[in-house]
């Protein structure tokens, strides 16, 4: 009898208001008598002391724990791939080496032509030696192009395998109202979906967006060496098409998220009534509920068409 008192929720919540005046008492009292150069910030004080017992089950997750800036999670999220450094590192070094075969392209294209347009009694020679050159270029970027994929898409799964094991690691430490607010299905997407984004964002984003930076700057410097003149009139086009790429970007971020969010909606509706099939069928509500999902997935779709729309006219530009 004893053991229900002591944990039944009535019993909880009595106690944890008289330690919120307890607390709240002591800190009233320690901030009045306390100097300016030892000010204690209640926002980050009280949320530590609340979830001391729950310190070893990643209390980021839990509801009364403020919000960190984006730095910070970012931060938290690069510190996910940590243990892939080295991966990743020569992922990097192989994109700087097939990035750099893929910009000599061009250039042994134009001295391609320039040998053919040329008249010389060697030119058989010329052209066999210049394209045994190309051959030995051309194997060397397959070959960094390969290594690069094959260390970042191992790397991602690394990181989502990571992600996953610690998001349910979080969610088994949480607290039985959580999981009466919070819906099954929502939690399955989460780990399933989501964690795969996060891992492709960490992983597959950056090595483009670093590939995609390299090419820009070594074009910009091939222009410029060129011809100075075009590359100034050229590059007047990259203002504009930053901020409409910044905004394009914001666009895509809550099309996303609008896409997660309408999965996570889905596959609750479908949880929920393929574990409760035989209510389903005792109410003969096949039909309604084949309708209800049908309109859930019908929304998935509506949000999926505007990311593409987004992602198209980003890509287009």
Known sequence: ?????????????????????????????LLKNSSKKHNINRNTYFPIILNANTKRCFPRLLSNVPKKPVRKELRRILKIAESQKWKLTGAIVLLFISSTVTMAVPFCVGKLIDMMTSSG???KTSLLSFCKVLVVIFIVGALANFGRVYLINISSHQVTNTLRRKVYGSILCQEAAFFDQTKTGELINRISADTTTVGMSITNNISD?????FIFTAASCLMVYTSPLLASVSLTIV??????GAIAGKVLKRNSKSVQDALADATQVCEERISNIRTVQAFAKLREENEIYSQKINNVLHFAYKESLGRALFFGM
């Open 121 to 123: 009694d060697d030119l």
């Open 239 to 244: 203002a504009p098409i930053a901020i409409a």
């Open 1 to 29: 009898m004893w053991f229900q008192i002591l944990h039944s929720n009535l019993f909880r919540n009595s106690l944890l208001t008289a330690y919120r005046k307890n607390i709240s008492s002591n800190y009233s009292l």
């Open 209 to 213: 967006g670093l590939r995609y930076s």
